[in-house]
């Protein structure tokens, strides 16, 4: 069992900077996929960013490209979101992921979340 708890969100600025972190607890950590989603209230669950366990792959949505960087640093069982030139439209519960196939997390369908935390970010 991997346990994931999100950290790093609340209230920021557009324009402004925001780093989420996700701390594993659990031995498989680096042998995982892991992800970030978000969902916005009155709208679907989106992923956000998603890394392979070596770091060697990555996946961003179109809408944070040039803006969010994922990255993951499996000797401290910790997964990082860095959220820069944030826009109201950013504002959601984010969460972390994690699953053994990257295929499985491109659909949304992960075996291990966070409880997530929120992001708001004022014009």
């Known amino acids: 069992q991997v346990q994931l708890v999100e950290s790093g969100g609340g209230l920021a600025q557009a324009g402004r900077s925001l780093r989420l972190s996700c701390a594993a607890s659990?031995?498989?950590?680096?042998?995982?996929?892991m992800g970030w989603f978000r969902q916005a209230p009155g709208k679907e669950r989106e992923i956000v960013a998603a890394?392979?366990?070596?770091?060697?792959?990555?996946h961003q949505a179109d809408s944070v490209k040039g803006r969010f960087t994922i990255s993951r640093n499996n000797a401290k069982n910790t997964g990082y979101l860095q959220m820069n030139s944030l826009k109201p439209e950013d504002t959601a519960v984010y969460y972390c992921a994690a699953d053994p196939s990257i295929a499985t997390m491109l659909a949304g369908q992960c075996n291990y979340w966070g409880q997530g935390t929120q992001v708001t970010v004022s014009s």
């Open positions: 659990g031995r498989t950590f680096s042998t995982l996929a």
């Open positions: 890394i392979s366990w070596s770091g060697n792959w990555v």
